[in-house]
């Protein structure tokens, strides 16, 4: 839950740690450090508790010398509250090695019951400061930064990312991964090391992807990267596909106004190049037909929004495939005894491809006989890695915590895939298949009106009820985990109560909940689609508002029937049912947003979470 940068070339790293840092800060937010090896070879080091602007405001006041070799965090706590002496780095050999650490080392215990012993004394409550420790006792024997790490790796337990550095050593920036991101920066004669290429994609974009129990050592000249035993391995290079400024704020009042005005972009980028003459045909997934041929089941595993994603995707992949479909939370899959096979298929979907739940779920899917395809948007993350294929979604980085572009970019993704399957399967007549693909191209189109016409008065109406203590969420077919995801963003960023139904539910119990005044958020079908369906959440709409409810009703354009039953209707462009979700969901990614400014809270760093959730 921590972020990570390493410099080593020719210029002052404090400027370069930092500006890393504060695009990394989106993966932990509550303490941040630095050290640097100044021009006289000495390490110096400073850390600080709170946001990376206390440490940026310290530095301002009082630098550390100038330094062209560094390292810097940004931490999420996990072994230790998020205080100065818990934030990273941590120093071992007499201060002059510097270690920062993403990960939990889950032996730290009994690590550091044997360096107490050995009379070593700790600083601070962390397991990262056991690892430092650790090192430093190593490089005392030796003298050697990169055996120290293999000497010490092999006793870590669990997941982690870790950089030092020593002050005997300028220019040279050691790393290791276990279960934990870590990339390269090639530059001309200067290296990188990040969490993510969103550290050093500022300065250059040729990247290079570590694998799994690797270590690398990276001077200005060059990298080396080798396994834990010491042995060289070949490591893929990639280029990376956007640009520092597309991680920048550009001028929005927060990363999630920015992201949100981004989602017709995330679905155009996402389509492009995988749609030929009317016809899906993803590239990547070139050679596998006779395998998604023969598939008999699919399945999706992922947390959080990315859940509710793939629960949208199921109504397409069994519509379009006919392929049986489940849905399972990345974590609970993971902890029972399912049953897989060789044709079964294992779709994991994560916007950061860091996800341990996912991750972990994904490796034991494999481990049971199944082929994974990881549907990501961040290029070199673990879950692609670990995954036999790979459908990137192409909505750019997504800073703020709350995942908002690459939600309607992972819809898209699936529903390509859906296509592209059912035409390897010759399930989904191509007249459908063309009739599809039209209506998925429409999407940004309809999505950019929706901005345009309802975000506004969505904004109103969420500054109109900041004082709202409680919002239901009721959504039907697609439009179910719609009302989930609408229910989700609100929690995570105003901190208000909200659920989300099924509207067919409503009558089983959660209709109890209606009191007067209590709002009710309900995604209407359009009537074009099932109008039977439609008819029926018509009447729930009813139901609620004469028990008191406050409904704003998200429909399409037209559709009069609600107009009667409805305090507020938002409305959306005219779409296929399938594709309802994609516009639905921008209201209430709005909504949720709008209501957090009016409550004064900071939209894209909510309180409890970080982005990235690496920890089980
Ligand atoms: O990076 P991932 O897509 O794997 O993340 C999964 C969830 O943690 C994530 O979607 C989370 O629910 C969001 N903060 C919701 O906005």
Known sequence: ???????????????????????????????????????DGGLGMRKRAGKLAVLRDDLASTPLADGTTGIGH??????????????????????????????????????KSELVGEG?????????????????????????????????????????????MHEDHPGLVVGARRNS??????????????????????HTRKALAIGQDEIVAITPEGVEVTDFSGAPVEV???????????????????????????????????????????RVEIPELDGMDAFLADIDRILVIACGTA?????VGKYALETWTRVPVDVELAHEFRYRDPVLSPRTLVVS????????????????????????LSICNTQGATIPRESDAIVYTHAGPEVAVASTKAFVA???????????????RGAVDPVVAVEAVTELEAVPGKIARVLETEQARIEQLAHWMADTRSVLFLGRNVGYPIALEGALKLKELAYIHAEGFAAGELKHGPIALIEPGQPVFVVVPSPRGSAEMHKKVVSNIEEIRARGARVIAIAEEGDAAVLPAADEVLRIPLAAPMFEPLLAVVPLHIFAMGLAEAKGLDVDQPRNLAKSVTVE
């Open 307 to 311: 859940a509710y994603a793939g629960m």
């Open 120 to 164: 070593v004394a700790f600083h601070s409550e962390t397991d990262t400061e056991v690892a430092a420790a650790m090192i430093g006792r190593e490089y005392v024997r030796t003298g050697d930064l990169v055996a120290a790490f293999r000497a010490v790796v092999s006793r870590l337990e669990g997941a982690y990312t870790l950089l030092a």
């Open 1 to 39: 839950m921590c972020g990570i940068i390493g410099y080593v070339g020719p210029r002052q790293s404090q400027d370069i740690l930092l500006a890393g840092l504060s695009r990394l800060e989106y993966r932990g937010y509550d303490s941040a450090g630095i050290a640097v090896i100044d021009g």
């Open 236 to 278: 893929e290079a990639f280029e990376v596909t956007w640009d520092a400024s597309a991680a920048e704020k550009g001028g929005w009042s927060s990363f999630m106004a920015k992201e949100v005005s981004e989602e017709p972009e995330a679905v155009a980028n996402t389509i492009r190049g995988r749609i030929h003459e009317g």
């Open 349 to 372: 979907i994560s916007q950061s491809g860091e996800t341990m739940d996912t991750l972990m779920a994904v490796k034991y899917a494999r481990s049971r006989g199944a082929k994974t």
């Open 181 to 202: 991101p870590l990339v390269i920066g090639l530059g001309e004669g200067e290296n990188f090391l990040g969490s993510d290429v969103a550290a050093f994609v500022e």
């Open 74 to 111: 940004t931490r999420w706590a996990t072994h230790g509250g998020p205080t100065d002496a818990n934030a990273h780095p941590h120093l071992a050999d007499d201060d002059k090695l510097a270690v920062i650490h993403n990960g939990i080392i889950e032996n730290f215990a009994e690590l």
């Open 410 to 424: 992972q819809i898209t993704a699936i529903y390509l895939l859906a296509l592209h399957v059912g035409r390897v």
